[in-house]
């Protein structure tokens, strides 16, 4: 697809992005951003991340997705068990990985203010950290790191806080990657999606 971030590592890109939006009441994922649906928008920019490997992780809605989004590029992974959480989304797209993968970073379908300077910066802060977090202004946050190491760890967890637990059990060696601004909006409510917009508006 395009050269890793550099020679002596390959990078997987993981969009989850198969969530049944129960609290709007439609998909989410095809709320209009910028002139597309909102995961295409977040597509677009991990399209242009550093990934030698993108995935893209999808259950509810999961036939309008694949109509309406540009999926170019992207290996689509349809979760049928979506409703057990984002660590059922995570252990789907586990099993498609790239076995040459040393490194899953893992970005929300949801959140269109991670551009691909977070991903570079993440990246490049990362080391050989097991575990790498943006660490924006008010808290940790997507996308985040892992190396193959705890590959095992991360296809075992359960509900939607999974992948922090393990963070937490992994708390000596996370590395927080220092980011500008607050942690991006992402999108559960109609709150949210008009917070979204306005941020949007304002860059």
């Known amino acids: 697809?395009?050269?890793?971030?550099?020679?002596?590592?390959?990078?997987?890109?993981?969009?989850?992005?198969?969530g049944g939006s129960s609290r709007l009441g439609q998909p989410k994922q095809l709320l209009p951003?910028?002139?597309?649906?909102?995961?295409g928008h977040v597509l677009q920019t991990a399209r242009s991340c550093p990934f030698d490997q993108l995935l893209c992780v999808v259950g509810g809605a999961a036939g309008e997705v694949r109509r309406w989004v540009d999926l170019?590029?992207?290996?689509?992974?349809?979760?049928t068990d979506?409703?057990?959480?984002?660590s059922s989304s995570i252990a789907a797209a586990l099993e498609r990985v790239d076995e040459r993968c040393d490194v899953l970073?893992?970005?929300?379908?949801?959140?269109?203010?991670?551009?691909?300077?977070?991903?570079?910066?993440l990246l490049d802060g990362r080391g050989d950290a097991p575990v790498a977090a943006c660490a924006y202004r008010d808290g940790r946050g997507h996308p985040l790191a892992?190396?193959?190491?705890?590959?095992?760890?991360?296809?075992?967890?359960h509900g939607?806080?999974?992948?922090?637990?393990?963070?937490?059990?992994?708390?000596?060696?996370?590395v927080d990657v220092?980011?500008?601004?607050?942690?991006?909006?992402?999108?559960?409510?109609?709150?949210?999606?008009?917070?979204?917009?306005?941020?949007?508006?304002?860059?």
């Open 1 to 18: 697809m395009r050269a890793p971030g550099s020679a002596d590592r390959r990078v997987t890109g993981l969009v989850l992005a198969a």
């Open 33 to 39: 951003y910028g002139g597309a649906p909102l995961l």
């Open 72 to 79: 170019r590029a992207v290996e689509v992974v349809e979760n």
């Open 82 to 86: 979506h409703g057990a959480g984002c």
């Open 105 to 121: 970073v893992l970005m929300l379908g949801d959140q269109p203010g991670v551009g691909v300077a977070n991903v570079e910066a």
């Open 146 to 157: 892992f190396s193959r190491s705890v590959f095992g760890e991360l296809a075992a967890l």
């Open 160 to 174: 939607d806080k999974g992948v922090w637990k393990l963070i937490d059990r992994h708390a000596s060696e996370v």
């Open 178 to 203: 220092a980011m500008d601004g607050p942690v991006p909006l992402d999108v559960d409510t109609w709150e949210d999606y008009r917070r979204v917009l306005l941020a949007a508006a304002g860059d």
